[in-house]
């Protein structure tokens, strides 16, 4: 994947592995980055849903806690758990 869209507008997504970030519009037509490792994990799954988060321009209040560090709360292990349960084979299905 090279670009999504979020609420605040088109981001070129860069896959790194030190470090996560998320510009915030400044000028319109300015390109906007988000930086995040690959998804190998639940780990790295729960950086890049909270840089996702930051695009669509939710509240640090929210997505926070006081000190300043990630809050996932219980919505990044919900949408992992979804996508382990979509990634597991149907019960009596074959594969050829």
């Not at 869209?5 to 970030?21: D, R, S």
Request: hydrophobic share 35%.
């Amino acid at each position: 994947m090279k670009t999504a869209t979020f609420t605040l507008g088109k981001y070129k997504i860069v896959w790194c592995e030190i470090e996560a970030c998320c510009d915030v519009p400044s000028k319109k037509g300015d390109p906007l980055y988000l930086m995040t490792p690959a998804v190998k994990d639940y780990h790295t799954f729960a950086i890049a849903a909270h840089e996702a988060e930051h695009a669509d321009g939710l509240p640090d209040s929210l997505i926070h806690d006081a000190g300043g560090y990630p809050n996932h709360g219980g919505r990044h292990r919900f949408m992992w758990r979804i996508v382990q349960s979509l990634l597991k084979p149907v019960k009596g299905s074959t594969s050829d």
